[in-house]
């Protein structure tokens, strides 16, 4: 028996979908409103586009990086750290997340160093986790802007701070101009370690990009990927390994050319189509006003494939094999009630 104050709109069954979120960069997950309280504690000036009632718009992948750039001077202490790590982690447990891998690129920050920052993050998942019970780990990612040497230097560090919580590592920033072959040796190098292996691919650069991680760098998942549909035969390949996929459908309004996220012709939906294994993730929630709930809802899909997306999510995330099959179950019963309180609405 269902009672009225049970039943769900579509939005509220989708908010409280039990949900991994496995690409969400830590300094892109910072709100206008922290970024700017950080900014002036640290005397920093923002560019006149970030201001607290900014709707926030960018041309392409280069400007948005330009952009977020100013996350990076901003956050430098280690309570700075804390606080971002746990407002990223409130937020996706208010939009139904269980569970976060979130990168952090550790390059790219000069204020501190690399075992402070891995301490200070670890306090905000502590923090969040016996607050909202969400789980987290950290994929520390390498600015393939700075080269393939300086990702040979950024792997030491990892080397010398082992933790249990990074479990991975991915490689990030402009993609076109640094293709995946000069990060052969890091990956390489990151596997042996037992590190799990990530890459953003076939965002602004070519589906020769996205072959290129997979065979080359040994990656495990694929990061936004939208250019696989240029090649119908990586597309095949891609199906029969069930390679995953992070894609951000906000993101692809402002880095791609594809802008209509309800339209069948969009790359995810392309994806989703074709058979290929698609999560659904928010990227850089701070800097596109987003959040878990609204990426889910702007494909206009049905809530029975977004819930299917849903445990995909936990399908494709990195935890434990025992631990996925334990929540496995959960979530299904979760997702079958809620499933039941929407079409009863
Ligand atoms: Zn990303």
């Known amino acids: 028996m269902i009672n009225n104050s049970d039943l769900l709109t579509t939005a509220e069954a989708v908010r409280l979908l039990p949900k991994a979120e496995l690409h969400l960069h830590l300094e892109g997950s910072i709100s206008l409103k922290t970024l700017i309280e950080l900014a002036h504690q640290h005397h920093v000036q923002l560019p006149p586009k970030l201001h607290a009632e900014a709707v ?24 700075d750290f804390t606080r971002v790590t746990f407002e990223m982690l409130s937020h996706c447990a208010e939009h139904g997340a269980r ?46 802007m700075l080269g393939a040497e300086a990702g040979l230097n950024f792997l030491k560090l990892i080397e010398s701070c082992p933790a249990p919580e990074v479990v991975g590592v991915g490689l990030e920033f402009a993609e076109r101009n640094y ?35 997979l065979t080359l760098l040994s990656c495990d998942r694929i990061d936004h990927g939208y250019h696989v549909i240029d090649d119908n035969d990586l597309m095949g390949y891609c199906k029969d390994r069930g390679v995953w996929f992070t894609c951000c459908p906000t993101t692809t309004k402002h880095t791609t050319t594809w802008k209509q996220l309800t339209s069948s012709e969009h790359a995810i939906h392309q994806m989703i189509a074709a058979g290929l294994n ?37 399908e494709a995330s990195w935890m434990p094999g025992p631990e996925k099959a334990r929540l496995r179950e959960l979530w299904q019963a979760e997702i079958d009630d809620i499933i039941q309180r929407h079409q009863a609405h």
Request: aromatic content about 10%; charged content about 20%.
């Open 179 to 213: 293709p995946p072959e000069l990060y052969g040796v890091l990956f390489g190098k990151a596997k042996k370690m037992g590190l799990r292996l990530t890459a953003h691919a076939g965002e602004d650069g070519p589906a020769a990009y996205v072959e290129t991680c």
């Open 56 to 79: 926030l718009e960018y041309r392409d992948l280069d400007e948005f990086i330009d952009v977020s750039m100013f996350a990076f001077q901003v956050i430098r202490t280690s309570e």
């Open 278 to 314: 698609v999560t659904i993730n928010t990227d850089d929630p701070g800097f596109f006003q987003t959040d878990l709930t609204q990426e889910y809802l702007s494909l206009g899909l049905p809530l029975e494939t977004l819930a299917c997306l849903a445990l995909n999510s936990l």
């Open 99 to 144: 569970h976060v891998e979130f990168f952090f690129s550790p390059s790219s920050h000069r204020h501190l160093g690399y075992p402070q920052i891995l301490q200070a993050i670890c306090g905000g998942m502590r923090l969040a986790e016996q607050r909202f019970g969400i789980t987290s780990l950290i994929i520390p990612s390498h600015n393939r």
